[in-house]
């Protein structure tokens, strides 16, 4: 079965700080790596995403690193805030009409003020 | 701005019951998912259509069928209810050419007694 490989579970990182969630795959097959930032009582939403030819994709404070190679994909969080507390989920896909999302069970981040 | 609606935000049924969860999506997407998740096991994918009156099998289908009459609602409907179908559904819906990027539902508690 395709997996997605998310670590940690959870993580308290201080205001100001870096939050690091990294992600493992194993289809070599995907070509579109998204992830989703859920808050308490709302549904998932895409936050940044990034393709396999690119190593790197900044949108603001947030940063996907990739490493074809390694299969490894990870979220940085830069001077993170209270309000970035939520629940973050990596994803892959083939990006074409019919594929679908295969997520990792995701990362609960607690920013403490 | 794309706005996925969900019949309701919290169901209680006894075993048994047959329960139909409702989605409704207002952008004309060709695609719609239905989710289960479930604390430390992520977003695990139940059912999606990309096409009215069609419909594919996701990871968990057991337990579970849907109903997709028109293009803008997906149905969930459990036939039996049973107390391990307790859990956050989540309905999402996408264009077609972009299933990357899925706009979700706020989720219905679904608690069975």
């Known amino acids: 079965q395709q997996q997605v490989k998310q670590s940690p579970q959870s993580l308290i990182v201080q205001k100001g700080g870096i939050s690091i969630i990294n992600c493992a795959y194993e289809n070599t097959a995907f070509d579109y790596f998204p992830w989703y930032q859920q808050f308490p009582g709302k549904g998932p939403a895409l936050l940044i995403a990034?393709?396999?030819?690119?190593s790197e994709k900044k949108e603001g404070r947030f940063t996907i690193s990739f490493n074809k190679s390694a299969k490894q994909f990870s979220l940085h969080i830069m001077d993170s805030q209270p309000g970035d507390s939520a629940t973050y989920f990596c994803?892959?896909?083939?990006?074409?009409?019919?594929?679908?999302?295969?997520f990792g069970k995701g990362t609960m981040l607690l920013v403490s003020p | 701005d794309v706005k996925v609606t969900q019949s309701s935000r919290y169901l209680v049924k006894r075993t048994g019951e047959k329960v139909f969860l409702e989605c409704v999506q207002d952008?004309?997407?060709?695609?719609m998912f239905w989710y289960r998740q479930d604390p430390g096991l992520g977003l695990r994918l139940i059912y999606f259509?990309?096409?009215?009156?069609?419909?594919e099998k996701g990871d968990i289908p057991e337990g579970y069928s849907v109903s997709r009459e028109k293009k803008e609602r997906f149905s969930l409907i459990l036939e039996s209810a049973s107390t391990n179908q307790t859990s956050m559904y989540l309905c999402?819906?996408?264009?077609?050419?972009?299933?990357?990027?899925?706009?979700f539902g706020p989720g219905t508690r679904l608690t069975v007694t």
């Open positions: 994803a892959a896909t083939l990006n074409s009409g019919y594929s679908t999302l295969t």
């Open positions: 259509s990309y096409d009215v009156k069609m419909k």
């Open positions: 990034i393709r396999p030819d690119v």
């Open positions: 999402a819906s996408s264009i077609s050419w972009a299933s990357y990027e899925q706009y």
């Open positions: 952008m004309d997407h060709e695609n």
